[in-house]
């Protein structure tokens, strides 16, 4: 009798707990958890939301354009920084500061993906110089600032602060070279192995624009850069305008403008290209190279001329030790006279060549910077607004179609 009492008891109890509803407050609260742990997950693995700010893109890319970025394409970056406020970047919204701790550091690890970075994909990627920032002006290159400024006024007058890779700003590019290919610069026509690379129709060049002292007319979107003198002009033109921009009353010609001629070095320090060594490399965004882009397992000769191209690889993305010494390269307490990749490189240019930001002023990008391949534009408009100046025909398009 008192073992029937006990089992009825014990079964009222539990029906009565389970049909005891949860507080309103505990319901959003479960609802937003999973929300956030949902976003992470596919915001991590799968694809994620970025937004065009720069015009170095055009116009292929516009800005404004808001995109969706897949990291299955490449295969998915496991986090190196896993302790972090979920759905932030690198900043705090609002309060500002770090939205990560670096108490706990991964080793770079991908997951298999699709397929891997081809040339001429349009790649999300982080800064490889944005290993070092100044917080008040975080999208700014330090290395630039401090080489124009010198390093010590930008030091006193700004706050520096240091970000793991996965933490660095996001840029977005073409890739132009893979590892092992060999880039040149020519008259600011790209070559890779030897060959003249795709001109996209809507990315864009200078071209000097000689009329016969009258203004251009019937090409619509012009967008003029300089006026050398009367009916001379500097146009940045999309590649798919030059020839209609030939056939136009006023032009007489319309030429590649080479800013700068092949064998000088710029004389401002805010223009020197990679490898910023302008004793040995007479190099400029229009005449550049040739250059070998690094592959994991090949290996090159150290000199003197040469270190500075391998310098930051070896040093701040492979995480050895380097000292110089008399002509001599210590590497991890050894000197050496070669060094084999670990990793492999690319080299991301802006369709928008001469307003670009590019592999030609800092080099190489890791494949741990990789983030993942532009997918399409799921939201685009202009100046004016979403509500006056919405982009229709760019809505859900993939980048394959939009750079046609």
Not at 122 to 139: L, S
Not at 294 to 305: D, I, N, S, Y
Request: hydrophobic share 35%; proline share 6%.
């Amino acid at each position: 009798m008192a073992f029937w009492k006990k089992t009825v008891t014990e079964t009222t109890t539990t029906t009565t707990n389970k049909g005891k509803r949860k507080p309103i407050w505990r319901e959003w609260l479960d609802a937003g958890v999973f929300a956030i742990v949902a976003a992470t997950i596919i915001r991590t693995f799968f694809f994620e939301a970025y937004t065009i700010p720069t015009g170095s893109m055009e116009g292929t890319m516009l800005v404004n354009d808001f995109l969706f970025v897949s990291k299955l394409a490449y295969g998915p970056r496991v986090p190196m920084t896993p302790l972090a406020v979920p759905l932030v970047h690198n900043t705090m919204p609002i309060v500002g500061g770090k939205s990560y701790t670096e108490a706990v550091e991964w080793k770079y690890h991908r997951i298999p993906g699709f397929g891997h970075v081809e040339r001429n994909d349009v790649v999300v990627f982080n800064y490889p110089c944005g290993d070092t920032v100044m917080a008040e002006m975080p999208e700014s290159d330090y290395y630039q600032a401090c080489r124009v400024n010198g390093r010590d006024n930008i030091v006193n007058r700004f706050k520096i602060i240091t970000r793991p890779v996965d933490k660095k700003e996001n840029y977005i590019k073409r890739c132009i070279g893979l590892p092992g290919d060999v880039l040149e610069i020519k008259k600011a026509r790209v070559y890779i192995n030897g060959e003249p690379n795709i001109l996209f129709p809507h990315s864009k060049l200078n071209y000097i624009v000689k009329t016969n002292g009258k203004m251009p007319m019937g090409v619509d979107n012009l967008e003029m850069s300089q006026m050398v003198n009367n009916g001379v002009y500097i146009y940045n033109l999309e590649n798919d305008q030059v020839d209609d921009l030939k056939k136009t009353p006023n032009v007489v010609s319309v030429d590649l403008a080479e800013m700068y001629p092949k064998g000088v070095a710029p004389a401002d320090p805010g223009e020197w290209v990679f490898p910023l060594d302008t004793a040995n490399y007479k190099w400029n965004r229009d005449n550049f190279g040739p250059l070998t882009i690094p592959k994991e397992g090949a290996t090159v000769q150290l000199t003197a001329q040469n270190i500075s191209i391998y310098r930051r690889i070896i040093r701040n993305y492979e995480g050895n030790t380097l000292e110089e010494q008399n002509g001599k390269f210590i590497i991890n307490g050894k000197e050496a006279t070669s060094y084999t990749f670990k990793m492999d490189y690319y080299w991301m240019m802006g369709d928008n060549r001469h307003n670009s930001l590019d592999s030609r002023y800092w080099g190489f990008v890791p494949v741990d910077h990789v983030v993942g391949k532009a997918w399409f534009v799921w939201l685009s408009y202009g100046e004016g607004g979403m509500l006056k100046d919405m982009r229709w025909k760019r809505l859900f398009r993939g980048i394959h179609s939009l750079e046609q």
